[in-house]
């Protein structure tokens, strides 16, 4: 080979392995995004998760084989979407699973039992350039009654936002072969037992709300540990709070739904100012409030006003009403200690972990003695809690941060 074609060659593996490498980021991109969505969608007919991520899977090993060459398409979760499509229709008309598995009109036509053609979704009816979110529907059939309590959680974070079972065993302190086999179990139910991918009614709700609502929370959480790596945190964190507030828009009188993504939202407002340049975290007291994100302060202030209407305080409202407190020294210049020792108390009487009780005797421990003996906010009962939570919102917001803003919105960073 000549000088010549040996560079020409080099410059063509070059070529073919940076192709390679943007076709395997883009994908995995696709991925954090979208994963949740797509499977949803796929599972929703048939109610068969197994066989929805199989599909998924072989869509995603068949974008690393044909992206590279033939370029990333201009639409990829519509490109998956397709491909995930006909692996479950050639799948259905095998012989194999013809033979195996007895005709199920459910999965024809929908989870209405019916053979008329679907009030449920049709993946055939799915416009690959506008997907549907069933994502919401998904995390409710994850806490559906037949589903074991224990597993609902963990279910929830591997299905609706992709985490795999190495990081939520972490997450649960489990070995990850006890955690998979649990989870597979638990997708092995939702097939038989055909469980309808919808969201309850009102005289179902209360049940199954809980579940969902410490998923969203406990994705958020697990993300911000950094159990998911460093470069999916901001994208995962804004999954959850995204989720959140959708969550709070189809439910809007629920106010520990408004209480969540109140939380969220006061969280993520200080993202910007957590890292130091050389990566390192910077505490909370010593992090710079302009910074903030102003826009997700006033989002937080604002579902927290409305959950705080119905007088029905719970975990994530006295949390948020927390957040609230410590995003107020924007405006202040200072924390108010004495305010986050009463609501502190009080979250470790509604919720006494480990994590709420390490925070009160932080907080105690800022307090002057001498104040804190006397203070009536030492002394708290959870009748004072609405109380406390409407003095943490009352205080005045320069006007620039009180001006109407819808009650929710996506982060413009995942929507």
């Known amino acids: 080979?000549?000088?010549?074609?040996?560079?020409?060659a080099a410059a063509a593996g070059a070529a073919t392995d940076a192709a390679r490498d943007t076709a395997r980021a883009r994908a995995e991109s696709v991925a954090r995004e979208s994963y949740g969505r797509l499977l949803a969608l796929l599972a929703a007919p048939g109610g068969d998760i197994p066989s929805a991520e199989d599909a998924l899977a072989d869509a995603f090993l068949e974008a690393l084989t044909r992206w590279p060459a033939a370029g990333i398409?201009?639409?990829p979760e519509g490109w998956l979407l397709t491909v995930a499509r006909n692996r479950l229709r050639d799948r259905w008309k095998s012989t194999a699973v013809r033979r195996t598995v007895p005709l199920d009109p459910t999965v024809l036509f929908g989870?209405?039992?019916?053979?008329?053609?679907?009030?449920?979704?049709?993946l055939d009816d799915v416009d690959p350039d506008e997907i549907p979110d069933k994502r919401l529907?998904?995390?409710?059939?994850?806490?559906?009654?037949a589903i074991d309590?224990?597993?609902?959680?963990?279910?929830m974070l591997q299905t609706v936002l992709g985490f795999d079972a190495a990081r939520i065993a972490v997450a649960f302190s489990l070995p990850e072969s006890t955690m998979a086999q649990r989870l597979v179990r638990a997708k092995r139910r939702i097939r038989d037992a055909r469980i309808p991918f919808t969201v309850p009614g009102l005289s179902e709700l209360s049940g199954r709300l809980p579940a969902v609502l410490e998923a969203i929370y406990?994705?958020?959480?697990?993300?911000?540990q950094g159990v998911a790596g460093p470069s999916v945190r901001e994208s995962l964190a804004a999954e959850s709070l995204y989720l959140a507030t959708v969550l709070a828009a189809l439910l809007p009188r629920e106010p520990e739904v408004l209480g969540l993504a109140a939380l969220l939202s006061f969280s993520l407002s200080r993202a910007p100012a957590r890292a130091a340049p050389d990566g390192s975290t910077i505490a909370l007291d010593d992090q710079d409030p302009a910074r903030w994100d102003r826009e997700l302060i006033r989002q937080g202030e604002m579902l927290l006003r409305r959950a705080h209407g119905f007088d029905r305080i719970g975990r994530f409202q006295v949390e948020a009403a927390i957040e609230s407190v410590h995003c107020d020294r924007a405006r202040s210049g200072e924390t108010d200690r004495p305010a986050l020792l009463a609501l502190y108390g009080a979250l470790v009487r509604i919720a006494p972990t480990l994590g709420a009780r390490v925070a009160l005797a932080a907080t105690v421990a800022l307090l002057p003695r001498r104040r804190c003996a006397s203070s009536t906010t030492c002394s708290w009962s959870r009748a004072s809690i609405p109380a406390l939570i409407a003095r943490s919102l009352l205080s005045p917001w320069p006007a620039k941060l009180r001006s109407s803003q819808p009650l929710v919105s996506a982060p413009t960073s995942s929507r």
């Not at 529907?137 to 009654?145: I, K, R, S």
């Not at 309590?149 to 279910?155: D, E, M």
């Open 111 to 122: 989870l209405s039992g019916s053979l008329d053609p679907p009030a449920p979704l049709s």
């Open 137 to 145: 529907e998904l995390l409710f059939v994850c806490a559906h009654p």
């Open 149 to 155: 309590p224990g597993i609902r959680t963990p279910l």
């Open 218 to 224: 406990g994705a958020y959480a697990i993300d911000w």
């Open 73 to 75: 398409p201009g639409n």
């Open 1 to 8: 080979m000549t000088a010549a074609g040996a560079h020409d």
